[in-house]
């Protein structure tokens, strides 16, 4: 269960930055509406609301949800959080066309069907081109380096070079891997746009015995943003995230 925070780390931070620009340069910060999909345990969604921004959860298990309204009444509460149970495919559904100005979706992707559908479900909740989306989901390469690196696992390396699925811990069983071309494809197969993209986990999870994750935080945390951000790194970790906004007719994204 605790996965969801580790990977949250650097993204979660970035979106925070981000969304602070977003609300210092606004005059409407109040009436910013924000979905976090797989809400997981509600700790973004915390921070967001103490910027002022309404918050709706939405997380297809009730359990992640008692979590996270947990961490909401330990946070002292909010009558700016919203939770709902629902279904990552029933977006179009469950919400009205052009409800949110930020769109969380860090993830829950790698769980579902067919991650293609809900992004166009996104980019349909999404109010116009000002929105912004976060998208967080693992990186294919990263797994395969993982399996060398964490494990010395040779053979699942091998195993994990044309694998579709990596091991998840959260549930158990196995979760999609996102390759950058079916990352790209499937974000402007739903018509968004991606203005940023960096890794994250670059090398967080093979820090030798010797290096104390708590005594280095500062310094392990710095290191991961400046490797996240160079496309050299950033190809091979665990996580990518991306920022992304509702395509405009003929953008092709940055690249
Ligand atoms: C790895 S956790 C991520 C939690 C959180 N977003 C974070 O980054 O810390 C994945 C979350 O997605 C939720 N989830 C999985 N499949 C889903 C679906 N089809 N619809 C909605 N939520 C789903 C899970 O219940 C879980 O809370």
Same mark, same amino acid.
């Given at each position: 269960?605790?996965?969801?925070?580790?990977?949250?780390?650097?993204?979660?931070?970035?979106?925070?930055?981000?969304?602070?620009?977003?609300? !210092? &340069?606004?005059?409407?910060?109040?009436?910013?509406?924000?979905?976090?999909?797989? @809400? +997981?345990?509600?700790?973004? /969604?915390?921070? *967001?609301?103490?910027?002022?921004?309404?918050?709706?959860?939405?997380?297809?298990?009730?359990?992640?949800?008692?979590?996270?309204?947990?961490?909401?009444?330990?946070?002292?509460?909010?009558?700016?959080? &919203?939770?709902?149970?629902?279904?990552?495919?029933?977006?179009?559904?469950?919400?009205?066309?052009?409800?949110?100005?930020?769109? !969380?979706?860090?993830?829950?992707?790698?769980?579902?069907?067919?991650?293609?559908?809900? =992004?166009? +479900?996104?980019?349909?909740?999404?109010?116009?081109?000002?929105?912004? !989306?976060?998208?967080?989901?693992?990186?294919?390469?990263?797994?395969?380096?993982?399996?060398?690196?964490? /494990?010395?696992?040779?053979?699942?390396?091998?195993?994990? *070079?044309?694998?579709?699925?990596?091991?998840?811990?959260?549930?158990?069983?196995?979760? *999609?891997?996102?390759?950058?071309?079916?990352?790209?494809?499937? !974000?402007?197969?739903?018509? =968004?746009?991606?203005?940023? $993209?960096?890794?994250?986990? %670059?090398?967080?999870?093979?820090?030798?015995?010797?290096?104390? $994750?708590?005594?280095?935080?500062?310094?392990? #945390? %710095?290191?991961?943003?400046?490797?996240?951000? $160079?496309?050299? #790194?950033? +190809?091979? /970790?665990?996580?990518?995230? @991306?920022?992304?906004?509702?395509?405009?007719?003929?953008?092709?994204?940055?690249?």
């Amino acid at each position: 269960m605790l996965i969801a925070i580790p990977c949250a780390w650097s993204a979660a931070s970035t979106l925070i930055l981000l969304v602070y620009a977003f609300v !210092l &340069t606004s005059d409407w910060t109040n009436s910013l509406r924000a979905l976090d999909l797989g @809400c +997981g345990t509600g700790a973004a /969604a915390v921070r *967001l609301a103490r910027l002022g921004i309404h918050v709706t959860l939405l997380d297809s298990s009730a359990t992640m949800l008692a979590l996270a309204e947990r961490t909401i009444v330990e946070a002292g509460g909010s009558d700016k959080i &919203t939770a709902k149970r629902g279904d990552a495919a029933q977006l179009a559904d469950i919400f009205q066309t052009g409800s949110f100005d930020i769109f !969380l979706c860090h993830n829950p992707l790698e769980y579902v069907d067919d991650p293609g559908a809900v =992004l166009r +479900g996104a980019e349909r909740v999404m109010r116009d081109s000002s929105a912004i !989306l976060s998208v967080l989901a693992p990186n294919h390469a990263g797994e395969v380096l993982k399996a060398v690196l964490q /494990a010395g696992d040779l053979a699942a390396a091998e195993h994990n *070079l044309t694998a579709e699925r990596g091991p998840e811990s959260l549930y158990g069983g196995r979760v *999609l891997l996102f390759t950058s071309e079916a990352r790209e494809a499937i !974000l402007k197969d739903a018509s =968004l746009t991606i203005n940023a $993209r960096r890794g994250v986990r %670059v090398i967080a999870d093979y820090l030798p015995a010797q290096i104390s $994750r708590s005594a280095g935080y500062e310094r392990i #945390f %710095v290191l991961e943003r400046n490797l996240g951000e $160079r496309r050299e #790194f950033f +190809g091979v /970790a665990r996580f990518i995230h @991306c920022l992304a906004s509702c395509a405009t007719p003929g953008s092709e994204g940055d690249e």
